[in-house]
């Protein structure tokens, strides 16, 4: 099968990894429903989740930056020499794949000096029982950064159902882990789900992605040396989200047990909501990529305004959904076995806390995508420094009167802070992409019917509240994200059409 046959248009990739992620979410739903039935908020599942967080910090921040300088400068070598991005591709997987030993290996020897690092609030038998969890995990920086950076290459060369299957198979391999291992394993049982369905999508994406990369030739080229020159502000800036909820898991460690896990319980609910809205973005990036390479600056904007307006769409009404219904998605999703009422208020109001993100990370991502593809590196290194004094500072302020919630919406506001930079960074180069009285329509038409919502279930039973309440946002958001939703119909019927024939 030729590579043409395989790779796909931008429209195409976003309906294939938009099913693939939709099953894939589903799964992590259903995944995370078990957990939450096994373990609730356990302090075990604090501990558990503390430990993954240096792995995952570390990886997004040696990753994030690289993989988003990858993109311009990987095509900027296929139009060349096509040879050459290959040997680049294999010397960047060679290269890290000495980083991400290196930093499996301080993780299994310094677990405990780690831990404390990350959560300076943890008593000494939770710190121990997150100690011994990261010494299993030591493993997982060499499994999730190869799989980070094989990914992107495949996205690169439009891969996406390739990328988007592995993706899918994690899941297949999670669930079953962690179900049959709890009575064995307890919350261990994750630990291990992580590392064996890491390890699967890796040798998946390894298979697909291994005629585009070549380990011939120098260990170093000086491509290789340009993409850390340019990707070390971008390593800060990629990274930011990362940094901060590590910023803001050391203060809530700090409160009883149970809050971590919320966090945790709320942010992965609320990226299982905004898949749709995350792979706009993530299918544009390729897009834009190429034609900023090409010099073609009317394009890329014309790109970027098109991936805000239909993100939006979608992510505006999602929001006002989660606000009015969060306590009653939380009850239904997660109430049962040992998750509590209590839960349900504590997840809930992370959620509450975090939803407004659902509009910011669209606007925020496109404005980076751009300052990336074309290495306007001056201007992401400063944004970084501001954006986590805010988030430290914030969270300081509010983490007394609103507890784990207050954390949350820290995140939310410095977000917001962030990208209003980011909107004039990007327009200081003359692209303005932003239907700024658009969005500002959209929110005051959203707003007044969730008022509505909210204000009616003193009027009508519960029961009757949750659905009328519902069926108003599922027309809100037919109506509004019409276009796009046509569009994926037609795009779908296309694609299956033709795997048909």
């Known amino acids: 099968m030729t590579n043409g046959s395989i790779a796909q248009s931008i429209a195409a990739g976003t309906i294939v990894i938009t099913l693939l992620a939709l099953l894939s979410k589903s799964l992590g739903f259903i995944r995370e429903i078990i957990i ?16 993954l967080t240096p792995v995952t910090t570390t990886i997004g ?27 680049y591709a294999g010397s960047l997987l060679k290269l890290y794949s000495i980083i991400f030993l290196s930093l499996g290996a301080v993780f299994l020897i310094f677990p405990e000096i780690i831990i404390k690092l990350f959560a300076p609030g943890f008593s000494d038998e939770v710190l121990d029982y997150a100690a011994r969890k990261l010494m299993y995990l ?24 390739q990328y988007g299957i592995a993706q899918l198979i994690f899941n297949f391999v999670a669930i079953p882990v962690i179900y049959f291992g709890a009575p064995y394993l307890s919350e261990a049982s994750y630990v291990l789900a992580m590392i064996l369905g890491n390890f699967l999508v890796v040798l998946l994406y390894l298979r697909y992605a291994r005629k585009f ?27 930011l989200s990362t940094i901060n909820i590590v910023v803001d898991k050391m203060f809530v460690s700090t409160l009883p047990a149970g809050r971590v896990s919320s966090l945790q319980y709320s942010t992965t609910l609320l990226g299982i909501i905004s898949t749709i809205v995350t792979i706009f973005t993530m299918t544009s990036y390729t897009e834009l990529s190429e034609k900023v390479a090409a010099m073609d600056i009317k394009g890329a904007q014309e790109r970027m ?3 805000v307006t239909s993100s939006l769409n979608i992510a505006i009404p999602l929001t006002a959904w989660i606000v009015v219904m ?3 998605l939380i009850r239904i999703v997660f109430q049962r076995g040992a998750f509590s009422a209590e839960s349900t208020m504590l997840v809930s109001a992370a959620l509450l806390g975090y939803s407004a993100l659902l509009i910011l990370r669209p606007i925020s991502t496109v404005s980076s995508n751009f300052l990336t593809s074309t290495k306007k590196v001056k201007w992401v290194f400063y944004v970084v420094p501001i954006s986590i004094t805010a988030n430290a500072f914030f969270d300081w302020v509010l983490i007394k009167p609103f507890s784990h919630a207050g954390v949350a919406a820290s995140t939310s506001l410095v977000l917001l802070i962030s990208t ?14 932003l239907p700024i009285s658009r969005i500002f329509k959209q929110i005051v038409i959203v707003s007044a019917v969730a008022v509505a919502v909210f204000f009616s279930r003193n009027i009508l039973g519960s029961f009757t509240w949750i659905i009328l309440g519902n069926a108003a946002f599922i027309i809100l958001f037919v109506v509004m994200a019409f276009d796009e939703l046509k569009t994926s ?9 033709k795997k048909l024939k």
């Open 489 to 497: 119909y037609s795009k779908i019927k296309a694609f299956f059409r």
């Open 61 to 87: 921040i040696a990753t994030g930056g690289i993989i988003a300088i990858f993109f311009p400068i990987y095509h900027g070598l296929k139009l060349k020499d096509p040879e050459r991005a290959k040997i």
């Open 420 to 433: 209003i930079i980011r909107i004039h960074i990007v327009k200081h180069y003359g692209v303005v992409f």
């Open 213 to 239: 990369a070549s380990f011939k030739g120098d260990f170093i080229l000086p491509e290789t040396a340009q993409t850390f020159k340019y990707a070390f502000p971008f390593m800060l800036s990629a990274s």
């Open 138 to 161: 030591s493993v997982l920086p060499l499994i999730n950064g190869s799989q980070a950076l094989l990914g992107a290459l495949l996205r690169a060369e439009r891969y996406f159902f």
């Open 305 to 307: 305004r098109k991936t």
């Open 36 to 51: 939450a039935n096994l373990f609730g908020t356990s302090w075990r599942l604090d501990a558990v989740f503390i430990a």
């Open 326 to 328: 969060a306590e009653y």
